[in-house]
Nanobody, 126 residues
Framework: VQLVESGGGSVQPGASLRLSCVASGSTFSSFVIGWLRQFLRKERLFVAAIRRSGGSTYYADSVKVRFTIARDNAKNTVNLQMNSLKPEDTAEYYC????????????????????WGQGTQVTVSS
């Protein structure tokens, strides 16, 4: 599966952004989709994940309540709605895929994902 992220940008603290991940090449509904982020060259950190059906979601504590992950399998798209953005949310955001929920949740390391997009930059600064 090929993944392409979009929607990043530069915003002020407190603003909102919606990131999108569009998939092609395979049956999108076969994949669990996660969002992870990486600040400079540090380790990629888990942000959120959503089941193949969209019936379950899982979030990092740092974004719970502020971020919402949702998917539309008919459009091969997963969105990450980010509200109340903080400077510490600044990072390159990646979507990633795996076929099994139990592999990527609750252990959420980036090495657990099979496929990756190229990333989209989010900068939160006043």
């Amino acid at each position: 599966v090929q993944l392409v992220e979009s929607g990043g940008g530069s915003v002020q603290p407190g603003a909102s952004l919606r990131l999108s991940c569009v998939a092609s090449g395979s049956t999108f509904s076969s994949f669990v989709i996660g969002w992870l982020r990486q600040f400079l060259r540090k380790e990629r950190l888990f942000v959120a994940a959503i089941r193949r059906s969209g019936g379950s979601t899982y979030y990092a504590d740092s974004v719970k309540v502020r971020f919402t992950i949702a998917r539309d399998n008919a459009k091969n798209t997963v969105n990450l709605q980010m509200n109340s953005l903080k400077p510490e949310d600044t990072a390159e955001y990646y979507c990633a895929a795996h076929v099994r929920w139990g592999i990527v949740v609750p252990k959420t390391g980036p090495e657990r994902y099979q496929y990756w997009g190229q990333g989209t930059q989010v900068t939160v600064s006043s």
